[in-house]
């Protein structure tokens, strides 16, 4: 007599990510107590969405969900709510811009007017070539730094439209 | 500057995140001191009560105060958890201990480990602060490697592991319970209060939590002494603090200046007005905190309760300084839809309260206000304030009532001529 | 803390309370009204509507009262300026987004946010901007969707989180777009997924089959019992011109507290199914024809009587366990007043050798509530989640207060809490068992001694053991697969010694409604009303099968669908020459088979008792009329034990059945006692590909089978052959194939389907479904061809 392995989890943990992705994953949950594999569900997600070229897809959720032993209603819960997670695609370069008090009373207004009319897209947009997508976001703690956006993981700071074509130009 | 805390190493190194540097400058002296001498946790918890300092996140609560509510001795598990999801509109001080001097915050944070009994600490940064959060990992690697982080620290039998957390975009998680909930793989929805995180806090256990600032300041109020750090104040607001000021200035940038220091000083000090503007009004805490008037604080000095006073709050100590072309209407329409934003939807008078007062504000932006919007901001605004799970709710009030309080002629003006009054020009609304 | 109690004054009021308690509790408890969305008694405080504010001396904000704990000398006003102000604030709040589309939402007249508009909202809206609406979604046919109206109360998310253990709406997005819902298009399926529908406190979840059907003030409300389960929930029986309309859980802290299975809320709709029998039908050359009641009747009287003759044992009475205890009393009474002891409601179980050393009258030996209490359960052969829900719920809250739970199971069963499970074919389950015999050093005799001896006691085995040992509250439960096991006797015996050895008790898990009714009302062949054993023995429902008897009465059961054999029962009922049916339904299976067909007055339509598997008897009245001619069983029964001539059949009510029958068995109890030790030879195998056939929840009996809304759940899944992925290959067939199942010689066709839930060397093909109806027994050998 012996407990077998209960067969309704359907797949073998190994089965759900690739090797790289299981160990950054894994890295993250040996930071929390073990019956709280969950609170790596924030890292998990960004590590697919990175994987997945910026964006969650449903599948990639219950995915995660399954790695974590948690209901996929309670992923989607946590993706929806954050900010930084992507549930349409977006662009290679996804450029977040505040528009917050310190950005705006310093002008960001005419740095949005400017990513829009160069790029030809509206917050929420990809451009065409899938190379840039624009996202108005809060205040990011850069407001010494007013106005600014961030593309990728990389803060730019003292903006202006010159300043901006320069980074974007040096840019993949 | 003479007597700096969280900054002390800034100036003096190339380099103040790397270990050797901090450690140049007597960083994990007073941990080692701590550990090697077996001080006394209690001993730890009264100096920092005697210090005065008041946490930096925002509610002004006294450190030693909260330390002290944990029972050390109480088996099982306890959390030290550091809020960096600075997201304060205005703020970004935290921002540089992370980048400048991430040692200081983990020593603060083992000490404050080591006085309350607990092994677990988490660092919870906000998710956009990926270089902040590679910094910091570095540093974690660097102390883990030294000693300072891990089992038995320098062979005392007090074992320390911390570790960083990254958020994922969502103001609402800096308030300490939505944070709390967010590492435990949740939404951010804050909890109700009681029981307290010192009594249920992360994972059910007790916690203390405490701002990025507050925990830096740990090292050197220990090493200076309680006395010390409070007589760089003022009294009731103890030790210096960190302001982050932006706004129409000519060299914004985070100052650490004494508690009570003038604010006429400060503004000598990020160089006056911009493009040779007037000073218009001034937030003096965060974008939570009410406004108050320029000329009214060229006469205030920086310190909470100077502050309060005045009818404002020194809240995280992010000063936006507004110059005369700004539009009153058009800033609190975007303060107002930020809390729209950030409400995190669990407790109804946030989540409809805070929509609510946007679209009236934004309407009155929009040249489309009438007489009776500015009784009904007003009366949402009561309505709001003071009944929601968490302060997010109260932090969408104060701006309103703050605005209208100093500012209604500007409010009037938009609903009365469908444009603005000031040189920002008529906004949308005429179109 | 300390027993001691604190007082505190609400309005005046001096009350008194446990420190800590929270202040809505208090105050509920002493009827003071204060009002909420959020907070619900059963479960855990959110505190986020925010409109239980109330004042509280010398604090300057108003508190919720749903998470505020009291302590001594706390004055509270709920009514002051204060309170009002907030709580009118809060309700000015919900009501900015809220449709108001009151007139045609079915929650109109109970409704939570409209009651407690009507003291708190003001009638003119000061919001002028646009309302929020919410997309509609589709959550599967049992409950109607209207997020519009939600208030964002959570009663639902909490609900699946903490009571149906899993999670199936959440609470989505941030803000002023968070919606409630499931995310992505799909169903909720949680076998108690209508309760969502009580918690909601608008109209944002309602019932989808009773959608739109009455207006709440229209309906009538009746106490009434649920019929499926050996829960015997209580429940709310809502009524319009005579019909049903819907069905609530009524509140029963001890039983279903105020909780209902979505069985026993939706199945009421197959009491309007087509094919109810209006009319008594007789079968007349071949043909079946209606008929007045007193011809059918006769009819009926004549065929038994030539068909038995003077032999009673020629009669064989086969009875469903859904039938009240007035029905079934009068059964029994009726085939001994033939003559005939043959009479059993046992139509599921096939292994009757432990007849006349069995538990007299089994159950569960304990009340339903105590199995929150238990400290360790192994449950046998029992899909207690699907099977009796409200039992699961309690054992799952046992669990989560730190029971240890195992099952031994023929399949992989998909549980809501924490436990072990060994899965195996049949004939490993009782060598499973014997190896805890075995390794709780349990005593047994004869063949079974020779079985524990020949056990592996393996390490779980041992710690399975051991957690019994050290229970303080320790069950073995049999549940609804043990008593359809080819070897149910030798699991009893083996489990009964267990219990004895490791202190804890032997239970049942009884699975129809008045399981536990049919033995007090001598349903059985070797026992008579409350349970006494007979002189002379009857034949069980199995032999009543294998040696065919000339007359059949069937009561409340469908040859097809309620047997263990269906091919067994069919052919028994083709051979014999009368054949009497009392049935609610004129259904394909009886009309095949049958010589008369009898109406009889379905669920809600007839009173009677109950008696559920803790021993609750529970009686009820007739709500509706029955449809068409249908009249109630016990009637039935009563005029044709007068017309067969039969003493004691003028009783004038159900009571008086019930009064007769209470002078026999009022005061007997659940008696699970066996008295032997040992037990015959193993008749299930390891040889050969073996069926496992269970009885899916929503093919239990006759009326579930008709509740459309159920029958349209995933829950309800077609017939189908499923293996492992393993045994499929060894069988070398594919998933998607249409397979031949060949059983005992009958043979059916259907699809396969990849299932990791059974074992390898099995088959699980349910039973009780279309497609089914003409196989074998629920256990045993099978071959499967290609088709
Ligand atoms: C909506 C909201 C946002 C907050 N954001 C922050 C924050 O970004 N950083 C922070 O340290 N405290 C923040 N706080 C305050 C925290 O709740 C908490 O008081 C603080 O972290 C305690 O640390 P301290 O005592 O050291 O200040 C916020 C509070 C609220 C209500
Ligand atoms: S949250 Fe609200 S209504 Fe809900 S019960 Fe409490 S505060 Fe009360
Ligand atoms: S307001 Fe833009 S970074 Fe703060």
């Given at each position: 007599m012996k407990i077998l392995n209960n067969p309704l989890q359907a797949r073998n943990k190994e089965e759900i990510f690739s090797e790289e992705i299981r160990q950054d994953i894994d890295c993250w949950i040996a930071k929390y107590p073990p019956e709280w594999k969950q609170s790596a569900v924030m890292a998990a997600l960004r590590i697919m969405q990175d994987d997945n070229g910026g964006?969650?897809?449903?599948?990639?959720?219950?995915?995660?969900?399954?790695?974590?032993?948690?209901?996929?209603?309670?992923?989607?819960?946590?993706?929806?709510?954050?900010?930084?997670?992507?549930?349409?695609?977006?662009?290679?370069?996804?450029?977040?811009?505040?528009?917050?008090?310190?950005?705006?009373?310093?002008?960001?207004?005419?740095?949005?007017?400017?990513?829009?009319?160069?790029?030809?897209?509206?917050?929420?947009?990809?451009?065409?070539?899938?190379?840039?997508s624009l996202k108005e976001v809060e205040c990011l703690g850069a407001c010494g730094g007013a106005p600014m956006f961030q593309i990728g993981r990389k803060y730019y700071e003292n903006l202006t439209p010159q300043v901006v074509d320069s980074i974007l130009d040096g840019l993949e | 500057m003479a007597n700096e805390v969280c900054f002390r190493t800034l100036e003096y190194l190339k380099q103040p995140w790397?270990?050797?540097?901090?450690?140049?400058?007597?960083?994990?002296?007073?941990?080692?001191?701590?550990?090697?001498?077996?001080?006394?946790?209690?001993?730890?918890?009264?100096?920092?009560?005697?210090?005065?300092?008041?946490?930096?996140?925002?509610?002004?609560?006294?450190?030693?105060?909260?330390?002290?509510?944990?029972?050390?001795?109480?088996?099982?598990?306890?959390?030290?958890?550091?809020?960096?999801?600075?997201?304060?509109?205005?703020?970004?001080?935290?921002?540089?201990?992370?980048?400048?001097?991430?040692?200081?915050?983990?020593?603060?944070?083992?000490?404050?480990?080591?006085?309350?009994?607990?092994?677990?600490?988490?660092?919870?940064?906000?998710?956009?602060?990926?270089?902040?959060?590679?910094?910091?990992?570095?540093?974690?690697?660097?102390?883990?490697?030294?000693?300072?982080?891990?089992?038995?620290?320098?062979?005392?039998?007090?074992?320390?592991?911390?570790?960083?957390?990254?958020?994922?975009?969502?103001?609402?998680?800096?308030?300490?319970?939505?944070?709390?909930?967010?590492?435990?793989?949740?939404?951010?929805?804050?909890r109700f209060k009681p029981p307290f995180p010192a009594h249920f806090g992360l994972y059910g256990r007790p916690t203390i939590i405490n701002n990025t600032e507050s925990l830096s300041s740990v090292p050197v109020i220990l090493k200076e002494g309680g006395e010390w750090f409070k007589e760089l104040g003022v009294e009731n607001s103890g030790g210096s603090k960190l302001f982050s000021i932006s706004g129409n200035i000519n060299n914004p940038g985070v100052f650490e200046v004494p508690l009570g220091t003038p604010f006429s000083e400060l503004f000598e000090l990020v160089g006056g007005m911009k493009d040779g503007r007037k000073l218009k009004a001034v937030i003096p805490g965060g974008c939570s905190s009410p406004v108050i008037p320029g000329e009214q604080m060229m006469d205030l000095t920086m310190d909470y309760d100077a502050i309060q006073k005045a009818g404002s709050m020194l809240g995280s100590g992010a000063i936006v300084i507004i110059d005369d072309q700004q539009c009153m209407v058009k800033m609190l329409d975007r303060m107002s839809y930020f809390y729209h934003e950030e409400s995190c939807g669990q407790c109804t008078p946030c989540r409809e309260g805070t929509g609510w007062l946007w679209r009236v504000v934004n309407r009155i932006e929009n040249g489309k206000g009438r007489q009776e919007d500015l009784d009904l901001l007003e009366s949402v605004c009561g309505k709001i304030a003071g009944r929601t799970v968490c302060a997010l709710g109260d932090a969408a009030a104060m701006p309103v009532r703050g605005m209208l309080k100093y500012f209604q002629e500007e409010f009037q003006y938009h609903i009365d001529h469908k444009r603005c009054m000031v040189g920002a020009g008529p906004t949308k609304g005429l179109g | 803390m300390t027993d001691e109690l604190v007082t505190i004054e609400v309005d005046g009021r001096e009350l008194k309370a446990k420190p800590g308690t929270m202040l809505i509790d208090v105050t509920d408890a002493a009827g003071i009204n204060i009002p909420r969305f959020c907070y619900h008694k059963k479960l855990s405080v959110s505190a986020n509507c925010r409109m239980c504010l109330v004042e509280v001396e010398k604090v300057p904000k108003p508190l919720p009262a749903c998470c505020t704990p009291v302590n001594e000398g706390m004055k509270v006003s709920t009514r002051s300026p204060m309170a009002l102000g907030a709580q009118k604030g809060t309700m000015e709040f919900l009501l900015i987004n809220h449709p108001l589309d009151c007139p045609i939402c079915d929650q109109g007249g109970e409704c939570e946010l409209q009651d407690v508009a009507v003291g708190y909202g003001s009638d003119v809206s000061r919001y002028s901007e646009a309302k929020r609406v919410v997309p509609q979604r589709d959550i599967g046919p049992l409950i109607a969707t209207d997020f519009t109206r939600c208030i964002h109360c959570t009663?639902?998310?909490?609900?699946?989180?903490?009571?149906?253990?899993?999670?199936?709406?959440?609470?989505?997005?941030?803000?002023?777009?968070?919606?409630?819902?499931?995310?992505?298009?799909?169903?909720?399926?949680?076998?108690?997924?209508?309760?969502?529908?009580?918690?909601?406190?608008?109209?944002?979840?309602?019932?989808?089959?009773?959608?739109?059907?009455?207006?709440?003030?229209?309906?009538?409300?009746?106490?009434?019992?649920?019929?499926?389960?050996?829960?015997?929930?209580?429940?709310?029986?809502?009524?319009?011109?005579?019909?049903?309309?819907?069905?609530?859980?009524?509140?029963?802290?001890?039983?279903?507290?105020?909780?209902?299975?979505?069985?026993?809320?939706?199945?009421?709709?197959?009491?309007?199914?087509?094919?109810?029998?209006?009319?008594p039908m007789v079968r007349k050359n071949g043909e079946w024809q209606e008929v007045e009641w007193q011809e059918a009747l006769e009819f009926a009287v004549k065929g038994l009587q030539s068909a038995a003759g003077s032999d009673g044992d020629q009669l064989a009475t086969l009875v469903s366990a859904n039938s009240t205890l007035e029905e079934l009393y009068l059964a029994q009474k009726l085939t001994r007043g033939m003559d005939s002891g043959n009479i059993d409601h046992r139509l599921r179980q096939s292994d009757f050798r432990l007849d006349g050393n069995d538990s007299p009258v089994p159950g569960l030996g304990i009340t339903i509530q105590g199995i929150e209490s238990l400290d360790a359960a192994l449950l046998v052969g029992s899909n207690v989640r699907k099977e009796q829900p409200i039992i699961a719920h309690r054992l799952r809250k046992a669990a989560k207060s730190g029971a240890k739970v195992s099952f031994i199971n023929p399949l992989w069963i998909d549980l809501h809490f924490e436990a072990d499970q060994f899965v195996s074919t049949p004939a490993v389950m009782v060598d499973n068992l014997a190896s805890i015999a075995k390794a709780a050093s349990a005593k047994l005799t004869g063949n079974l001694a020779k079985l524990v001896k020949a056990a592996e006691v393996s390490e779980t085995a041992k710690s399975v053991a051991e957690q019994l040992k050290s229970a303080n509250n320790g069950v073995i439960m049999l549940g609804n697969q043990a008593a359809a096991h080819p070897d149910y006797s030798l699991l009893v015996v083996l489990a009964s010694a267990i219990a004895e050895a490791t202190n804890t008790s032997l239970s049942?898990?009884?699975?129809?409604?008045?399981?536990?009714?049919?033995?007090?009302?001598?349903?059985?062949?070797?026992?008579?009303?409350?349970?006494?054993?007979?002189?002379?023995?009857?034949?069980?429902?199995?032999?009543?099968?294998?040696?065919?008897?000339?007359?059949?009465?069937?009561?409340?059961?469908?040859?097809?669908?309620?047997?263990w054999d269906p091919s067994l029962i069919n052919s028994a009922l083709d051979q014999a020459e009368c054949v009497v049916a009392l049935t609610a339904y004129h259904s394909e299976s009886l009309a095949s088979c049958a010589d008369v067909m009898l109406p009889i007055a379905g669920f809600a339509e007839t009173s009677g008792t109950l008696v559920n598997a803790e021993g609750t008897w529970q009686s009820f009245n007739g709500l509706v009329k029955p449809q068409g001619d249908a009249r109630p069983a016990w009637k039935v029964l009563r005029v044709l034990g007068n017309l067969l001539d039969i003493d004691g059949f003028d009783q004038n009510s159900s009571d008086d059945v019930l009064e007769e029958l209470k002078s026999h068995a009022a005061e007997t109890a659940i008696d699970n006692s066996v008295s032997t030790k040992t037990a015959g030879e193993l008749n299930s195998s390891t040889e050969g590909l073996y069926r496992i056939g269970d009885v899916p929840m929503y093919a239990s009996d006759a009326l579930v089978r008709r509740a459309s809304s159920l029958q349209r759940t995933n829950s309800a899944e077609p017939a189908a052959v499923r293996l492992s992925a393993n045994q499929a290959k060894s069988s070398d067939v594919e998933e998607e194939e249409t397979l031949v199942v060949v059983q005992d010689g009958n043979r059916a066709q259907l699809p396969l389907i990849i299932d990791p839930r059974v074992p390898d060397g099995a088959v699980w093909i349910s039973s009780a479904l279309p497609g089914t109806e003409k196989l074998g027994g629920q256990f045993g050998v099978v071959t499967l061809e290609k088709a």
């Amino acid at each position: 007599m012996k407990i077998l392995n209960n067969p309704l989890q359907a797949r073998n943990k190994e089965e759900i990510f690739s090797e790289e992705i299981r160990q950054d994953i894994d890295c993250w949950i040996a930071k929390y107590p073990p019956e709280w594999k969950q609170s790596a569900v924030m890292a998990a997600l960004r590590i697919m969405q990175d994987d997945n070229g910026g964006w969650l897809t449903t599948e990639l959720m219950d995915d995660v969900a399954e790695y974590l032993d948690m209901s996929p209603i309670h992923v989607y819960e946590v993706a929806t709510f954050y900010s930084m997670y992507e549930l349409k695609p977006v662009g290679k370069h996804k450029i977040c811009i505040c528009t917050n008090i310190a950005c705006m009373i310093n002008d960001s207004d005419s740095i949005v007017k400017h990513l829009k009319k160069k790029l030809e897209i509206g917050f929420g947009e990809v451009t065409e070539d899938g190379r840039f997508s624009l996202k108005e976001v809060e205040c990011l703690g850069a407001c010494g730094g007013a106005p600014m956006f961030q593309i990728g993981r990389k803060y730019y700071e003292n903006l202006t439209p010159q300043v901006v074509d320069s980074i974007l130009d040096g840019l993949e | 500057m003479a007597n700096e805390v969280c900054f002390r190493t800034l100036e003096y190194l190339k380099q103040p995140w790397e270990l050797e540097e901090y450690k140049s400058r007597g960083g994990y002296e007073v941990l080692t001191h701590i550990l090697k001498n077996k001080v006394g946790p209690s001993e730890v918890v009264e100096t920092m009560k005697a210090s005065g300092l008041r946490g930096r996140g925002g509610a002004g609560f006294p450190t030693g105060l909260k330390w002290s509510f944990i029972s050390r001795n109480a088996p099982g598990q306890k959390y030290v958890v550091c809020n960096s999801d600075e997201g304060e509109p205005g703020t970004f001080k935290d921002r540089d201990i992370l980048r400048y001097n991430p040692h200081q915050l983990i020593e603060g944070m083992v000490i404050a480990g080591y006085a309350i009994g607990a092994t677990v600490g988490y660092n919870y940064i906000r998710g956009e602060f990926w270089e902040e959060y590679e910094r910091f990992e570095a540093a974690l690697e660097q102390a883990r490697a030294a000693g300072f982080l891990g089992d038995n620290l320098l062979g005392s039998g007090f074992d320390f592991q911390l570790h960083s957390h990254l958020g994922g975009g969502a103001y609402v998680c800096g308030e300490e319970t939505a944070l709390l909930e967010s590492i435990e793989g949740k939404k951010g929805q804050p909890r109700f209060k009681p029981p307290f995180p010192a009594h249920f806090g992360l994972y059910g256990r007790p916690t203390i939590i405490n701002n990025t600032e507050s925990l830096s300041s740990v090292p050197v109020i220990l090493k200076e002494g309680g006395e010390w750090f409070k007589e760089l104040g003022v009294e009731n607001s103890g030790g210096s603090k960190l302001f982050s000021i932006s706004g129409n200035i000519n060299n914004p940038g985070v100052f650490e200046v004494p508690l009570g220091t003038p604010f006429s000083e400060l503004f000598e000090l990020v160089g006056g007005m911009k493009d040779g503007r007037k000073l218009k009004a001034v937030i003096p805490g965060g974008c939570s905190s009410p406004v108050i008037p320029g000329e009214q604080m060229m006469d205030l000095t920086m310190d909470y309760d100077a502050i309060q006073k005045a009818g404002s709050m020194l809240g995280s100590g992010a000063i936006v300084i507004i110059d005369d072309q700004q539009c009153m209407v058009k800033m609190l329409d975007r303060m107002s839809y930020f809390y729209h934003e950030e409400s995190c939807g669990q407790c109804t008078p946030c989540r409809e309260g805070t929509g609510w007062l946007w679209r009236v504000v934004n309407r009155i932006e929009n040249g489309k206000g009438r007489q009776e919007d500015l009784d009904l901001l007003e009366s949402v605004c009561g309505k709001i304030a003071g009944r929601t799970v968490c302060a997010l709710g109260d932090a969408a009030a104060m701006p309103v009532r703050g605005m209208l309080k100093y500012f209604q002629e500007e409010f009037q003006y938009h609903i009365d001529h469908k444009r603005c009054m000031v040189g920002a020009g008529p906004t949308k609304g005429l179109g | 803390m300390t027993d001691e109690l604190v007082t505190i004054e609400v309005d005046g009021r001096e009350l008194k309370a446990k420190p800590g308690t929270m202040l809505i509790d208090v105050t509920d408890a002493a009827g003071i009204n204060i009002p909420r969305f959020c907070y619900h008694k059963k479960l855990s405080v959110s505190a986020n509507c925010r409109m239980c504010l109330v004042e509280v001396e010398k604090v300057p904000k108003p508190l919720p009262a749903c998470c505020t704990p009291v302590n001594e000398g706390m004055k509270v006003s709920t009514r002051s300026p204060m309170a009002l102000g907030a709580q009118k604030g809060t309700m000015e709040f919900l009501l900015i987004n809220h449709p108001l589309d009151c007139p045609i939402c079915d929650q109109g007249g109970e409704c939570e946010l409209q009651d407690v508009a009507v003291g708190y909202g003001s009638d003119v809206s000061r919001y002028s901007e646009a309302k929020r609406v919410v997309p509609q979604r589709d959550i599967g046919p049992l409950i109607a969707t209207d997020f519009t109206r939600c208030i964002h109360c959570t009663r639902c998310v909490r609900f699946g989180a903490e009571i149906a253990g899993v999670r199936e709406l959440g609470a989505t997005g941030r803000g002023e777009h968070m919606t409630i819902g499931t995310f992505v298009e799909k169903s909720v399926d949680s076998e108690m997924s209508g309760n969502v529908i009580d918690l909601c406190p608008v109209g944002s979840l309602t019932a989808k089959p009773s959608r739109y059907k009455a207006r709440a003030w229209e309906l009538t409300q009746h106490d009434s019992v649920a019929p499926h389960d050996s829960v015997g929930s209580n429940i709310h029986v809502h009524t319009r011109n005579n019909r049903v309309v819907r069905v609530h859980p009524k509140e029963n802290e001890s039983i279903n507290e105020i909780w209902l299975s979505d069985r026993d809320r939706f199945s009421y709709e197959g009491l309007n199914s087509e094919d109810r029998l209006t009319q008594p039908m007789v079968r007349k050359n071949g043909e079946w024809q209606e008929v007045e009641w007193q011809e059918a009747l006769e009819f009926a009287v004549k065929g038994l009587q030539s068909a038995a003759g003077s032999d009673g044992d020629q009669l064989a009475t086969l009875v469903s366990a859904n039938s009240t205890l007035e029905e079934l009393y009068l059964a029994q009474k009726l085939t001994r007043g033939m003559d005939s002891g043959n009479i059993d409601h046992r139509l599921r179980q096939s292994d009757f050798r432990l007849d006349g050393n069995d538990s007299p009258v089994p159950g569960l030996g304990i009340t339903i509530q105590g199995i929150e209490s238990l400290d360790a359960a192994l449950l046998v052969g029992s899909n207690v989640r699907k099977e009796q829900p409200i039992i699961a719920h309690r054992l799952r809250k046992a669990a989560k207060s730190g029971a240890k739970v195992s099952f031994i199971n023929p399949l992989w069963i998909d549980l809501h809490f924490e436990a072990d499970q060994f899965v195996s074919t049949p004939a490993v389950m009782v060598d499973n068992l014997a190896s805890i015999a075995k390794a709780a050093s349990a005593k047994l005799t004869g063949n079974l001694a020779k079985l524990v001896k020949a056990a592996e006691v393996s390490e779980t085995a041992k710690s399975v053991a051991e957690q019994l040992k050290s229970a303080n509250n320790g069950v073995i439960m049999l549940g609804n697969q043990a008593a359809a096991h080819p070897d149910y006797s030798l699991l009893v015996v083996l489990a009964s010694a267990i219990a004895e050895a490791t202190n804890t008790s032997l239970s049942y898990i009884p699975a129809l409604s008045n399981s536990v009714g049919a033995a007090l009302a001598g349903a059985l062949p070797h026992r008579g009303p409350a349970a006494s054993l007979v002189e002379k023995c009857g034949a069980n429902a199995q032999m009543m099968q294998s040696k065919p008897r000339k007359a059949y009465l069937l009561m409340g059961a469908e040859p097809g669908f309620d047997f263990w054999d269906p091919s067994l029962i069919n052919s028994a009922l083709d051979q014999a020459e009368c054949v009497v049916a009392l049935t609610a339904y004129h259904s394909e299976s009886l009309a095949s088979c049958a010589d008369v067909m009898l109406p009889i007055a379905g669920f809600a339509e007839t009173s009677g008792t109950l008696v559920n598997a803790e021993g609750t008897w529970q009686s009820f009245n007739g709500l509706v009329k029955p449809q068409g001619d249908a009249r109630p069983a016990w009637k039935v029964l009563r005029v044709l034990g007068n017309l067969l001539d039969i003493d004691g059949f003028d009783q004038n009510s159900s009571d008086d059945v019930l009064e007769e029958l209470k002078s026999h068995a009022a005061e007997t109890a659940i008696d699970n006692s066996v008295s032997t030790k040992t037990a015959g030879e193993l008749n299930s195998s390891t040889e050969g590909l073996y069926r496992i056939g269970d009885v899916p929840m929503y093919a239990s009996d006759a009326l579930v089978r008709r509740a459309s809304s159920l029958q349209r759940t995933n829950s309800a899944e077609p017939a189908a052959v499923r293996l492992s992925a393993n045994q499929a290959k060894s069988s070398d067939v594919e998933e998607e194939e249409t397979l031949v199942v060949v059983q005992d010689g009958n043979r059916a066709q259907l699809p396969l389907i990849i299932d990791p839930r059974v074992p390898d060397g099995a088959v699980w093909i349910s039973s009780a479904l279309p497609g089914t109806e003409k196989l074998g027994g629920q256990f045993g050998v099978v071959t499967l061809e290609k088709a």
